[in-house]
């Protein structure tokens, strides 16, 4: 009986040892995105603007969303936004097979690989400002191996703004899903990779027949958290072009920035806010259905 007592205080006292571990980032957690979020929804049927009085106006806020041609234009750039998921995904797989390697310096290219993860976007965005100049290096490079013939505002032409901030976001965000996959990688049974190799299977053929499907979870976590930050992007696209030329590169969160914080429409935030909570819901749905199964064990 004493032995079973104690067992049992060890394990009470391991559970309340987590707790207090977590306790800091729960309250955080509470107090910047549990109450944010559960104080905007009725926020959103509501005028309020903190300048002004506020008072209940039901769908209003959300009849005035689909008819505003801004916000239309945020959600479509927002959504062609996603085009960079499926390439992020491809690219960071096949770097992290290539560090999945035991040769010298192979600890060298991986944190090379991540220093971009860890560096701020802001000084990310204003380095790659600086180089997408009218008068940056890249514009230099092209022109001196003769790509193109003159020089290119990258970031103030609406033909090539958006596509720019794309590039960024890939380029800031391979080091990210590297690791990720890197960790799946080294998890995946050794046995079957050189089972596989030992019945003639070529390189390519152990990647495409063993390595990706047992890399299947990480694959949807991936995605899943990537079309996520595909359409909720916001940093670069505020630091370099602001939405601009025009309604080029608006996207969601910032024009549910502008609206909220330049203009003081907090109630009409909030709602373009739960609009596109409801549209990143359904593609996360959509992302669940097709990842059912995976790895070396099913979900």
Known sequence: MGKKRTIGFSRFSEVQTAWLFMA???????LFTFWPIIFSLPLAFTNYSVIGETSFVGLENFKRAFADVDFIASIKNSLFYMIVVPFIQIISIFMAILVNRNIAGIKFFRTAYYIPVVTSMVAVA??????????GVLNYLLMATGLISEKVNWLSDKDTALWALMFITLWKGLGYYMMIYLAGLQAVPTDCIEAAKIDGASNFQVIRKITIPLLKPYIFFCTLISLMGAIRVFDEVFVLTSGGPGNATLTSSV?????GFEKFEFGFSSALGLIVSCIIMVFSIFVFVFNKKGGVNPY
């Open 126 to 135: 204003i380095i790659w400002g600086w180089l997408m100049s009218s008068n």
């Open 255 to 259: 024009y549910i920035y502008q609206q």
């Open 24 to 30: 800091p980032g729960l309250i955080l957690l509470a």
